[in-house]
């Protein structure tokens, strides 16, 4: 059959007219992009993809949901500037990256010795909890759940158990935090400002001498094999949520935003308390691969005390707003004597 050259053409726009169609169906389509520094395969990742299938259960299938770990999508800064733009609609972040959306979350994470334990933690956080949901609401942001992942400890070329022996030492430091970076550098500590995935290259070559890390990244990321001292010093919890944005979660059907609700109310205490297993079974596995625990003695752990103590002052208003300070110094008394 001999087509004319009005049916060539009539066949040619059915074909683009078919195509821009499925194209636009395509468009339509729910996305959910979440990213994090959490490695891949870990309980962090595996929570986040069980927060997946409950939105696509939710959506009856459909919609495409990805999760970007190992900070393939940059550090913890510019995923929040990602999500703000679209780019991404949800991120699990530590404090570093949450302090970008409302700086109440460091009350959680910035004084260093203020919590003993994970009682203590969890109890200021609950007490924190709603107000500051309503700040992140204010500032285009949903929490879905609130987790941690294991103490801050100090991993280290050479042994040290003083505050003293880690002055005149290179230290990782995040690289959206100044603040910090000043008072560390004015008690005669030395700053290195990085991201997540230049620490392991800087510690093999001497960029850096510490990390501040907590044990479950430091085996994670082989921190230790270069870095294989560690003081046993809870310095402080690294805290942190799954976040999404306020405009994607509203466009979302009012059983959709349920379901991603009742999800992340189930991922935070499974996160939480596989965390903080995890400090003590990392802590076992790396010391069989050579990693040397330092223990500080009670004159050790007095003079640690003495250094978070002269920190306070510089620490609120600076790096933690004055209020909120004082606010969970005082949650924080009002537990221990109730435990008392």
């Keep these: 059959m001999i087509l004319t050259r009005r049916q060539i053409c009539f066949g040619a726009l059915t074909s683009a007219y078919a195509s821009a169609l499925l194209a636009s169906d395509s468009a339509r389509e729910p996305v959910l992009r979440i990213a994090s520094l959490v490695p891949r395969n870990s309980v962090y990742h595996q929570q986040l993809l069980q927060l997946g299938q409950a939105w696509r259960k939710a959506l009856d299938g459909k919609g495409r949901f990805n999760v970007f770990t190992d900070g393939s999508q940059g550090g913890e800064a510019e995923m929040v500037k990602r999500i703000r733009i679209g780019q991404l609609q949800g991120g699990l972040l530590s404090v570093v990256g949450l302090r970008e959306i409302d700086e109440s979350v460091t009350a959680m994470q910035s004084i260093p010795l203020l919590f003993r334990d994970w009682a203590e933690v969890d109890y200021v956080r609950d007490k924190l909890r709603d107000s500051m949901e309503r700040r992140f609401l204010a500032k285009g942001f949903v929490v879905l759940a609130w987790g941690d992942a294991g103490w801050v400890r100090f991993f280290s070329k050479s042994a040290a158990s003083k505050p003293e022996d880690f002055r005149g030492l290179k230290f990782f430091t995040w690289g959206n935090e100044p603040e910090q970076q000043t008072i560390m550098k004015d008690l005669g500590y030395f700053p290195v400002p990085l ?16 990390v501040p890390s907590t044990p479950y990244f430091a085996m994670a990321t082989q921190v230790f094999s270069s870095a294989p001292h560690m003081l046993e010093l809870n310095w402080a919890p690294i805290v942190g949520a799954i976040v999404l944005s306020r405009k994607a979660f509203e466009s979302m059907p009012p059983e959709v935003q349920l379901a991603l609700k009742q999800s ?72 221990r004597s109730m435990r008392r």
């Design 264 to 335: 992340g109310e189930q991922i935070g205490p499974i996160v939480r308390a596989r965390a903080r297993a995890e400090v003590d079974e990392a802590v076992a596995a790396m010391v069989k691969r050579g990693l040397i625990v330092t223990k500080p003695s009670n004159q050790d752990l007095k003079q640690w005390e003495s250094l978070a103590e002269q920190l306070y002052p510089r620490i609120r208003g600076k790096l933690v707003p004055s209020e909120l300070f004082d606010e969970v110094l005082a949650h924080v008394k009002t537990f």
């Design 195 to 210: 991201e997540t995935a230049d620490i392991l290259p800087a510690i093999q070559t001497g960029m850096v001498s510490v």
